[in-house]
């Protein structure tokens, strides 16, 4: 089964990161996705821009709105995601504990529903 693993974090946290911490969390990541290709689950992976290059669109009675930037002011915010696929839900949690961004962030875990 296919597992959306969506990586929450405060955005703001890298810009005031030292470039070293900014350079080690990096390779982590690179080395996080290496694990993944390397057991063969990876279906998919990005790093997303900011919240601010966001577009929200709603359509009510016809008409359609549309909000640039980020919807709600949270503090974490989704900042990139993994599609694997994992046996069953215990494996998926595995893989997203192992993420990087569950250090300081949060990792939400949602099936992949087939259509």
């Known amino acids: 089964m296919q597992y959306l693993l969506m990586i929450h974090g405060e955005e703001g946290r890298l810009a005031t990161m030292p470039k070293a911490d900014v350079e080690k969390m990096m390779g982590a990541y690179g080395a996080y996705t290496k694990a993944l290709k390397d057991a063969g689950v990876l279906r998919a992976g990005e790093r997303l821009q900011a919240s601010t290059t966001a577009t929200v669109v709603r359509t009510k009675n016809g008409k359609t709105s549309v909000l640039n930037g980020p919807y709600a002011e949270v503090k974490e915010q989704l900042g ?28 939400e875990v949602r099936p992949i529903w087939p259509m």
């Open 80 to 107: 990139g995601y993994y599609v694997i696929e994992a046996a069953d839900l215990d494996a998926a949690i595995g893989w997203a504990a192992r993420c990087p961004g569950a250090a300081d962030g949060a990792i």
